[in-house]
């Protein structure tokens, strides 16, 4: 089974300071990633999915960004974090092809001031 | 595409009591949903899913059963204990599709 790796597990940024999120996957390849964002009390927001090597498909417009530069390997980032940008981000990783279930990674909590 | 809604958002209980907790889905070809808990601060986790073939599946205290025919699925926990205390996720696939659609989440209080 699939073991899913995210860093740092806390992080406290400025407001206007840059972002880097890191996710890798491990026991399994050519899988699809996704990222999702979790505000406080709420649901899951998806924000990007790939489903391989420099595909990224974005579900909503926000000065964020995703990148894929290995199989394995998904980044979430942002060259100017807003207050809005705090939240819960999740790293889901699921088999590929339909109906497959996905698997969360640990989080991280970002907290912007 | 897939819309889903889930009640209730919040459900208090007894120990000892059952819990339901209702998901309706839009996309009739819709044919996998998993369920989700998840404890505070953490990662959502896989409780049970069922596929659109079967219309109940049950695992220890925990059951879903699907009617595709109204177009809706749901978790029974019975012999609620304080650990059962979580937010709980549906989620349902339409066909073809890898991209799950969410429930907003049931926040299940289980009071000792």
């Known amino acids: 089974s699939q073991t899913i790796h995210q860093w740092p597990a806390t992080l406290v940024q400025p407001v206007g300071s840059p972002l880097s999120l890191e996710c890798t996957v491990e026991?399994?390849?050519?899988?699809?990633l996704y990222w999702y964002r979790q505000a406080a009390g709420r649901g899951l927001q998806l924000l990007f999915y790939?489903?391989?090597?420099?595909?990224i498909s974005s579900e909503v417009p926000q000065n964020l960004s995703a990148s894929r530069p290995q199989d394995r390997q998904f980044i979430l980032s942002s060259k100017k974090l807003l207050l809005s940008d705090s939240g819960f981000y999740l790293c889901?990783?699921?088999?590929?092809?339909?109906?497959?279930?996905?698997?969360f990674g640990p989080g991280t909590r970002l907290l912007v001031l | 595409g897939e819309n889903v809604e889930q009640h209730p958002s919040t459900l208090s209980v007894q120990e000892g009591d059952s819990a339901v907790i209702k998901c309706t889905y839009s996309?009739?070809?819709?044919?996998?949903f998993p369920w989700y808990k998840q404890e505070l601060g953490k990662r959502p986790q896989l409780i049970i899913d069922?596929?659109?073939?079967?219309g109940e599946k049950k695992d220890q205290r925990i059951a879903v059963t699907l009617n595709k025919t109204a177009k809706h699925f749901s978790l029974h926990i019975t012999e609620t204990q304080p650990e059962d205390s979580a937010v709980y996720f549906c989620?349902?696939?339409?066909?073809?599709?890898?991209?799950?659609?969410f429930g907003r989440g049931t926040s299940l209080i289980v009071h000792p």
């Open positions: 790939s489903v391989g090597i420099g595909q």
């Open positions: 989620a349902a696939y339409a066909g073809g599709s890898y991209i799950p659609t």
């Open positions: 069922i596929r659109s073939n079967v």
């Open positions: 026991g399994t390849s050519n899988p699809n």
């Open positions: 996309d009739s070809a819709s044919n996998y």
């Open positions: 889901a990783c699921q088999a590929t092809g339909p109906q497959e279930t996905q698997y």
